[in-house]
């Protein structure tokens, strides 16, 4: 099982090469491009905290300097991380109006941070120049709907012309079903990964779980996966990674976080991915008396 986590919006952050080299990391997802295009040939916006270098692209508020990023992605994946690019965030400026602008958007993000491709060089950015990401990540937390589908299956399309690579789609839906802004994308389009956030939402959360509510329904979104266009993607438990990353009280500690995957990681092996966290620095900076990560710490669990 693997272990995914945020990063970009960290207080006071580290570079990314800093998380790549904490081997109980396995998905990075970079946050966010947070802006989406106005319209047919109009440029995202991205960002990415305290990282790059403040510099955008002519009329546009798409980062250009993100020197870190495009010096470590390399590094990442030499310690055999998967890297993927996050859109959407809690702060974003998100909607997608109709079909074009979904597939304008999917073939930007394509050609400007998928695999180079010199026929495309002259028409699109390289925010991080050579690199390629692994795949696309939705965190969609507002007016969502029914053109994330069409960019999703635009995007794949872009993927089948690579057939020896793999790329990713995964999704950041909140726990409760169905997610007002992603439940259309997951029926509609191929998901790999669905890590949901079971925090932020009352009667769904994984403190629901450890209170006995009963309302944890991880069961239930398995079934949403069985329905849907990928019925073999995998589930992932998101979670805060410390006290201060979610509104008050959806914070579990290594030791109540145990038997939750425990139980789940055992009553539906087939779909249980791991676990998500939100995020890096939060983790970073939460350590155990034994002086663990919470991503170690959860490591650990899912490795009991
Ligand atoms: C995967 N995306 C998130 O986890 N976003 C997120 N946690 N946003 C947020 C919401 C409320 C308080 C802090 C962060």
Partial sequence: TNLAIYWGQGPNQQRLSHFCQETSLDIINLGFINIFPNA???WPG???GNQCDGNVYPNSELLRGCHQIWEDIPVCKEMGKTIMLSIGGETAWEYLSSELQAVWFADFLWYSFGPQNEAYTDAYPRPFLTNSVDGFDFDIEHDGGAFYAVMINRLRS???EYPDQTFYISGAPQCQIPDTQLSNAI???FFDFIWVQFYNTAGCSARDFVEG???FNFGNWVDVIKASSNPK????IGLPAAEAAANAGYYLTPTEVAPLVETYMELYPKHFGG???WEATYSENNLSPDGLTYAESMKE???S
């Fill in 40 to 42: 047919v040939g109009d």
């Fill in 301 to 303: 669990i899912l490795y």
């Fill in 275 to 277: 676990i998500m966290l």
């Fill in 187 to 189: 029926s509609n389009s």
């Fill in 213 to 215: 509510t009963g309302s």
């Fill in 158 to 160: 872009h993927f089948s």
């Fill in 46 to 48: 991205s960002n990415f």
């Fill in 233 to 236: 993607a995998k589930l992932f």
